[in-house]
């Protein structure tokens, strides 16, 4: 799916998160697992920004490519993203990454739970059921702060409506502008899930939102004695950068073969955060192992690599590494 991708529409989702629908530039259709995403190159004032953007459009409509957008506040891409790409124009884009999706864990019933942008892989997952006419059995639950910024709320009650297995529930913090909620309100707990989802125990979990919500989602399943690997996760956020450590770590010398710079980096530290921290700015995107962007040949030395699916098979072979997950095991010399 590497290549250029030409904006067809651009569809209002909600006061903040709009779809844009793809093209390829050549006639080819887009194949690729429910829940996976694209990396995107986008040139912006002139400089190539790198953001990764999950599919909302599911593989078995292979014509078109769909990516859905919420405004981050102050976010550079999200922004320019909503206020200037219009149909016709032509973006970059490399993929389909990752390994968030329902084709990787085929199961007869599953629980969706999302908040915010994070919706988006679960919209790609049960279109592509719903669109299947799979038998499985479909509990999707999104948390959004009030009813005006639920996405796609119609299109999901009509595949609830008209598919014998699909079920959705939306959880509201407040009332809308002027919709008054009588669903469940407040945020999601581990009752209103056993409400909602009864079965729970039962169920194959995909969770994807804001990581203080991820991090309440992972309490309330563990709690409710789901085993760790019939849950499934994703974050669409860097990981904070860790605190600068105390010192007593060991601390290796790491030369830039391309700029001639060497700078220090610590073993708990990756080489993307140390490189940061002497005010070199290398390429990355989502600062977890995912989108590839980071990706360089490490020249000299060896590294603890924790990738998450931002290598293709046999760059390990060939000495690529992904700077953002890889801390140093000795001195290294890396193509940057
Ligand atoms: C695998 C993956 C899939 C993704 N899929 C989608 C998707 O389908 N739809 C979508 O809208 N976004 C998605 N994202 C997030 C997207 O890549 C960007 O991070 C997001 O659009 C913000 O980029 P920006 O340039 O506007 O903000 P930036 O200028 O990068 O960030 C501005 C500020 O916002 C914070 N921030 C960054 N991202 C987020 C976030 N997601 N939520 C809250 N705060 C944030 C940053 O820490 C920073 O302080 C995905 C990310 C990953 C890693
Ligand atoms: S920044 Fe995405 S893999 Fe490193």
Request: glycine share 8%; proline share 8%; with cysteine.
């Amino acid at each position: 799916m590497t290549g250029p991708l030409v904006c067809k529409q651009v569809r209002d989702v909600t006061h903040d998160m709009r779809t844009f629908v793809f093209e390829a530039s050549e006639p080819a259709l887009f194949r690729h697992d429910p829940g996976q995403y694209l990396t995107f190159t986008f040139e912006i004032d002139g400089q190539e920004i790198d953001r990764c953007y999950t599919l909302s459009s599911p593989p078995s409509r292979p014509l078109l490519a769909s990516i859905t957008v919420k405004r981050v506040p102050g976010g550079r891409v999200s922004n320019w993203l909503h206020d200037h790409l219009t149909p016709g124009d032509v973006v970059r884009a490399r993929g389909p990454l990752g390994g968030f999706s329902t084709a990787r864990h085929p199961a007869p019933a599953y629980l969706f739970l999302s908040g915010g942008s994070g919706i988006t892989p679960l919209m790609s997952m049960t279109r592509t059921l719903y669109d299947l006419a799979s038998p499985a059995d479909v509990v999707f639950v999104h948390s959004a702060r009030t009813p005006d910024d639920i996405p796609f709320r119609q299109e999901l009650e009509l595949m609830a409506a008209t598919a014998p297995h699909i079920r959705v529930a939306h959880v509201c913090e407040d009332d809308g502008a002027v919709e008054r909620w009588d669903g469940h309100r407040g945020r999601l707990t581990l009752d209103v899930l056993r409400q909602i989802a009864p079965d729970l125990p039962r169920r194959e979990v995909f969770t994807c939102g804001p990581q203080g919500y991820m991090r309440a989602i992972r309490r309330m399943l563990a709690t409710a004695g789901l085993p760790e690997d019939r849950c499934h996760e994703e974050s669409f956020e860097a990981p904070a950068p860790a605190a600068v450590k105390a010192t007593g770590d060991t601390s290796f010398a790491v030369r830039l073969s391309r700029s001639g710079a060497t700078i220090a980096c610590d073993t708990g530290t990756p080489l993307l955060e140390a490189a940061a921290r002497a005010g070199i700015t290398l390429p990355s995107s989502c600062g977890q192992g995912l989108c590839g962007t980071c990706v360089t040949t490490l020249e000299k030395g060896t590294v603890d690599m924790r990738p998450g699916g931002g290598l293709r098979p046999g760059d390990v072979a060939r000495n690529k590494i992904l700077l953002c997950c890889s801390t140093p095991l000795e001195d290294l010399v890396i193509d940057a």
